[in-house]
């Protein structure tokens, strides 16, 4: 009876967070188009994101490309294969494992931070007071943040991919005695648009999804520490989980499209 109830409980609460995330959306491209536009704030918050998360990208980009590469050399050695190693790590980074990892990267680091920001002002009654002046707290704290994550993470996206692949290149001179020209000829030669274009598309869409989970989770935030405390980590649990379902669902269009 008692499991019962628990599950029940939990399901009401899932749809009561789904409600209320599908109207904090439906309240963001309202107030998206309707001027005042707080373009200062967005490329601010555009540069703190960007620089925040710049350092991490790039040396997660570079050992992902150094271990991807240094695992797969043996598998290929064995098959006579390793002229097929940039081609490989290329289309297997930019495809899918650079958008995701740089995506769950920025939702640890930039989600959480929008999260504990914008709950901690809540705690100490700032929004409130933005709210009794005059000022739409909505239109200068949310939709910044939520632009300024949709429209950096493709950024970080390609700056890590590059770093990636770059690491690649950087094994197969050592190991393999491979020229960087000649690796990154074949690198271009083995790319098509139908690779670049789902994949670009989608990282908007992580953007997207961080911000807004990060700033619903921060903006209604509970009164006290612990609650700013638990808006940043619900946010990046949540928008790590909307970024799988995001992923998928891009990946399944894209095969429909492109066979």
């Known amino acids: 009876m008692n499991n019962n109830f628990s599950i029940v409980k939990s ?4 749809l009561e967070e789904t409600g209320d995330l599908s109207y904090f959306t439906l309240r963001f491209f309202k107030e998206v188009f309707k001027p ?3 373009f200062k704030e967005f490329l601010k918050q555009c540069y703190n994101m960007g620089n925040r998360s710049l350092l991490l990208v790039s040396v997660t980009g570079f050992i992902i ?13 064995k098959f006579g294969a390793v002229s097929w190693m940039p081609s490989m790590v290329s289309i297997s980074i930019i495809r899918e494992m650079g958008p995701i990892i740089t995506a769950l990267i920025c ?3 930039i989600g959480s931070g929008i999260g504990a920001e914008l709950g901690s002002m809540r705690v100490t009654e700032q929004i409130d007071a933005m ?5 739409n707290p909505f239109k200068f704290l949310i939709v910044t943040r939520i632009l300024a994550t949709t429209f950096m993470l493709p950024i970080l996206v390609f700056f890590g991919d590059t770093i990636a692949i770059f690491g690649s290149a950087l094994v197969e001179n050592i190991k393999g005695n491979v020229s960087f020209l000649l690796y990154f000829n074949q690198v271009f030669n083995s790319l098509v648009f139908s690779d670049l274009i789902p994949t670009t598309i989608k990282t908007f869409f992580f953007g997207f999804a961080i911000g807004l989970v990060g700033c619903f989770k921060g903006y209604y935030c509970e009164k006290g520490t612990a609650g700013v405390g638990l808006a940043a980590n619900s946010a ?3 928008s790590s989980m909307l970024l799988f379902i995001i992923d998928f ?5 894209a095969n429909i499209f492109y066979g």
């Open 11 to 14: 399901l009401k609460t899932f």
């Open 236 to 238: 990046v649990v949540y």
């Open 107 to 109: 939702a640890g680091r």
């Open 65 to 77: 490309g150094l271990v991807f590469t240094l695992q797969s050399r043996p598998t290929l050695l």
């Open 249 to 253: 669902i891009a990946v399944f269009v």
């Open 36 to 38: 005042p536009y707080e």
């Open 131 to 135: 709210e009794v002046s005059g000022t």
